[in-house]
């Protein structure tokens, strides 16, 4: 499947964007969704995650309680809705799928070798 990632761009600290991503084929409820993100210089880390249905969510701490994540399958779009910006937030975002039969439990969304297919990235710049 292929992921277009898009809607990244500057932003000024405490404020919000909306990122989406795109999925080339009509299977993608069959997908777990992710966001990663990874800022220069650092490992790639969870934003967030939803399950195949929307039915569950998790998030990664540093973004919990501002970041949003959801879908829509009938689009095979996938959104982050990110508020309350800060400048740590600053990194390039993936979005990410993983073949919903292979994955035994929700916690292993949380790791980025779990997931089979990788957007291109979106850069998001929060400026203080």
């Known amino acids: 499947v292929q992921l277009q990632a898009s809607g990244g761009g500057l932003v000024q600290a405490a404020g919000s964007l909306r990122l989406s991503c795109t999925a080339s084929?009509?299977?993608?409820?069959?997908?777990?969704m992710g966001w990663f993100r990874q800022a220069p210089g650092k490992e790639r880390e969870l934003a967030a995650f939803?399950?195949?249905?929307?039915?569950?969510?998790g998030y990664g701490d540093s973004v919990k309680g501002r970041f949003t994540i959801s879908r829509d399958n009938a689009k095979n779009t996938l959104y982050l809705q990110m508020n309350s910006l800060k400048p740590e937030d600053t990194a390039v975002y993936y979005c990410?799928?993983?073949?919903?039969?292979?994955?035994?439990?929700?916690?292993?969304?949380?790791?980025?070798?779990?997931?089979?297919?990788w957007g291109q990235g979106t850069q998001v710049t929060v400026s203080s």
């Open positions: 990410a799928a993983a073949l919903a039969r292979r994955i035994t439990t929700m916690r292993t969304l949380g790791e980025a070798k779990n997931y089979d297919y």
């Open positions: 084929e009509r299977t993608f409820s069959s997908y777990h």
């Open positions: 939803v399950t195949w249905n929307g039915g569950g969510s």
